[in-house]
């Protein structure tokens, strides 16, 4: 039944003991089974790791790689982090892409109109947090499908910002020379230094996830809302704040997209849709709620990130990588399987 | 006279054209353990969702010690002291013992961070209060690998946490082997002793015979027979009355069923 289940020496059968028996006494044991998806994950990336450094050691030796994939992944992080929620709590967001270029924007705007880049964050962050409102009270509230609303939404925002803007992307060279440059996103020691954000932000979220209450009534919301609705936690309310929470994280990503490349582009975040939704259920999160691993979500952007970079850092042609791509998240999923097989 | 913690008068409820409840009396005094029986289609679910808040009545009034409720929900009835253990749909199956435990009120400090050590302690106490306690899981074990018997354990230990005055059991012991059902009737006799009231819902009669002050016999909406233990003579008795009901015959009904309130 699952593969932390050692030999039985004393009778026990494994069925009765069950992956928590007595091992669970063990807090190596337990942590290990508490962290089974996260953990699977993790093994996933080692495996990859070890293939594309078989294949061409001399490139995956050099920091050079590991940097340049360092440099993006913070984006990948903000917005894969809460769509665990989302999912967690049994919905799903496809309008972050738009929400995301949507967030930027405003930052954009505020910058170019000569505002400090801190004051610009605040506005597109506010944005954010309020189109995640916009687009979770929607979905939530006329009980919409979160699939085909979140998708509707997200071509309505992309389209208001095509309209206004005509195309026309916003080149932010004033922010090259900012303080917010250096503590955001430029080298400590040949270390991107957006990736101690991204990993900041991950780590509160974890947090989040297992030790708040937003967390840990998210999880019940996604497992049972009758019973959690019947225990006095306002179903709804839980449901919108993930929303809101996407919009976070999406406009963090599209404020730090802006400042890594100077530029805001119209089409910002529109390619970020299916790699980040994969990094969610390659991190190990399942699709049908109630639980759902934040720092395997993290490892799943990762390993996403990872594979384009590696594929031809391995000596493949470009042509290669959505054939891995397709790959390692089907061998993901099929792995998963095992440790999801006891919830059910 | 024991204090009379709730009462419903005159309970109906129509869904479309169908009569589920045509006007029903019940009430529960304080410590008093309820059995409230009924075939399939009786109305128990009706009258259970009823005091639960969550279906509204089509007429009728609820009261609350005494004092008549005005717009009865499902906070009114949590606000009652009411709660309710829903057969099968208690538990958010996916999740610790714990969480299920605290669903709702969970022990945070400030920002709302849990308190995760203290809710493990609690919970172990109070599975140890009802007697519900293993070597093989922990409070921190996720619900899905338990039993029916043990599941029912959790849920039941959430209605102490939450300190319920009167506590709704929805076929408790329906799916549960013989040393279950004892803990369970052990646990509803502790509740008792300590002032609290228990709704116990069943369709084994020996069951709720067994730990019932009162029985309350629901028959197509209607309550057909409300007599205390005393005035039943046996469980056998009570069967047959409740089958007399069901198809009713030529002699006369036994002598039970002619004890009102």
């Given at each position: 039944m699952t593969e932390f289940v050692g030999p039985e020496k004393d009778g026990t059968s494994a069925t009765d003991a069950g992956p928590l028996g007595r091992r669970a006494e063990h807090p190596l044991w337990r942590f290990a089974d508490a962290n089974r998806a996260p953990l699977g994950t993790l093994a996933v990336f080692v495996v990859m790791m070890g293939v594309f450094l078989a294949a061409n050691p001399r490139v995956f030796s050099e920091w050079n790689i590991y940097r340049s994939v360092l440099t993006t992944l913070p984006v990948a992080l903000f917005l894969v982090v809460p769509l665990v929620f989302v999912v967690t709590a049994g919905e799903i967001d496809l309008s972050f892409p738009?929400?995301?270029?949507?967030?930027?924007?405003?930052f954009a705007l505020a910058v170019q109109a000569g505002f400090s880049p801190y004051l610009g964050a605040v506005v597109g962050i506010a944005t954010g947090m309020v189109l995640g409102l916009i687009v979770g009270s929607i979905v939530v509230y006329f009980n919409l499908s979160s699939l085909v609303a979140t998708l509707g939404m997200n071509f309505m925002l992309r389209g208001v910002i095509q309209i206004v803007t005509e195309g026309k992307s916003i080149a932010l060279t004033s922010l090259a020379h900012s303080s917010a440059k250096t503590i955001f996103s430029s080298d400590v020691l040949d270390v991107p230094t957006q990736i101690f954000w991204g990993f900041a932000f991950v780590i509160f979220a974890a947090f989040l996830f297992n030790r708040h209450r937003f967390g840990a009534q998210v999880k019940i919301v996604g497992d049972n809302p009758d019973s959690a609705s019947?225990?006095?936690?306002?179903?709804?309310?839980?449901?919108?704040?993930?929303?809101?929470?996407?919009?976070?994280?999406?406009?963090?990503?599209?404020?730090?997209s802006t400042m890594i490349n100077f530029t805001?582009?119209?089409?910002?975040?529109d390619g970020y849709l299916l790699p980040a939704l994969a990094s969610v259920f390659v991190g190990g999160t399942p699709t049908w709620g109630g639980v759902g691993t934040v720092v395997g979500g993290a490892i799943g952007a990762l390993i996403v990130s990872f594979i384009q970079t590696g594929v031809v850092g391995a000596g493949l042609s470009g042509f290669y990588v959505q054939f891995f791509n397709g790959l390692i998240i089907i061998l993901s999923l099929v792995g998963h399987r095992w440790n999801q097989a006891r919830y059910r | 006279m024991a204090e009379r913690l709730i009462e419903l008068r005159n309970i109906r409820k129509s869904f479309g054209r169908v009569d589920a409840l045509g006007g029903v009396n019940l009430s529960v005094d304080k410590g008093e353990v309820v059995g409230l029986i009924g075939d399939n289609g009786a109305g128990k679910s009706t009258l259970i969702k009823i005091l639960a808040g969550v279906v509204k009545p089509t007429s009728g009034q609820i009261l609350v010690r005494g004092n008549p409720v005005s717009g009865w929900n499902a906070a009114r009835s949590r606000d009652a002291g009411i709660e309710t253990v829903f057969q099968d749909r208690a538990l958010a199956v996916q999740q610790s013992i714990v969480r299920n435990i605290f669903m709702g009120r969970e022990l945070a400090g400030r920002f709302g961070w849990l308190k995760l050590g203290r809710e493990v302690r609690e919970a172990e106490r109070l599975m140890r209060e009802i007697g519900f306690t293993s070597r093989i899981f922990t409070?921190?074990?996720?619900?899905a690998q338990l039993s029916g018997g043990e599941r029912q354990g959790?849920?039941?230990?959430?209605?102490?946490?939450?300190?319920a005055d009167l506590i709704i059991l929805d076929e408790p012991t329906t799916a549960l082997s013989l040393a279950e059902t004892s803990k369970v009737f052990h646990f509803v006799r502790q509740v008792k002793a300590s002032g609290r009231s228990i709704l116990f819902i069943g369709h084994n009669?020996?069951?709720?015979?067994?730990?019932a002050d009162r029985f309350v016999v629901l028959d197509r909406g209607n309550v057909v027979l409300d007599a205390n233990r005393a005035d039943v003579r046996s469980a056998e008795a009570l069967i047959a009355f409740m089958e007399d009901?069901?198809?009713?015959?030529?002699t006369?009904?036994?002598?039970?069923?002619?004890?009102?309130r």
């Open positions: 738009a929400t995301m270029g949507f967030s930027a924007w405003m019947q225990m006095g936690i306002d179903v709804n309310l839980v449901r919108v704040k993930t929303f809101v929470f996407v919009g976070l994280g999406a406009a963090l990503a599209g404020i730090f805001w582009w119209p089409t910002a975040g | 409070p921190r074990s996720i619900v959790v849920a039941i230990a959430r209605a102490i946490y939450n300190e009669i020996h069951h709720v015979h067994a730990i009901v069901a198809h009713p015959r030529t006369l009904p036994p002598s039970t069923a002619a004890s009102p």
